[in-house]
């Protein structure tokens, strides 16, 4: 089984800027990447950001891109995700999820990752 683990969530004003770390634990398994989805009440789960151990390549949704920048570390296991400019829009809850078990493409669909942590709230006021 393997643990994912957020933290660095809090409150902010619009404008700040927050970093958010995952760390997985369990049995050791290399797998495929890591990424960040959010949701916010109400709302479904969105894609925020992806990382392939395979070169480290990353991606992110439009609505982040330049603001967000995603990081990892593969002998970790561990991935970052630094927001900058928050914006009250970006209030939700932000899950760490690996994708282990999945070999395909498609960094941003949630039916790609394999365990997912149990969030980590991240507030920005206006």
């Known amino acids: 089984q393997v643990q994912l683990v957020e933290s660095g969530g809090g409150l902010v004003q619009a404008g700040g800027s927050l970093r958010l770390s995952c760390a997985a634990s369990g049995r050791t398994f290399s797998g495929f990447g890591m990424g960040w989805f959010r949701q916010a009440p109400g709302k479904e789960r969105e894609f925020v950001a992806a990382i392939s151990w395979s070169g480290g390549s990353t991606n992110s949704a439009d609505s982040v891109k330049g603001r967000f920048t995603i990081s990892g570390d593969k002998a970790k296991n561990t991935v970052y995700l630094q927001m900058n400019n928050l914006k009250p829009e970006d209030t939700a809850v932000y899950y760490c999820?690996?994708?282990?078990?999945?070999?395909?493409?498609?960094?941003?669909?949630?039916?790609?990752?394999?365990?997912w942590g149990q969030g980590t709230q991240v507030t920005v006021s206006s």
């Open positions: 999820a690996a994708k282990v078990f999945n070999s395909g493409t498609d960094y941003s669909s949630a039916r790609s990752y394999d365990y």
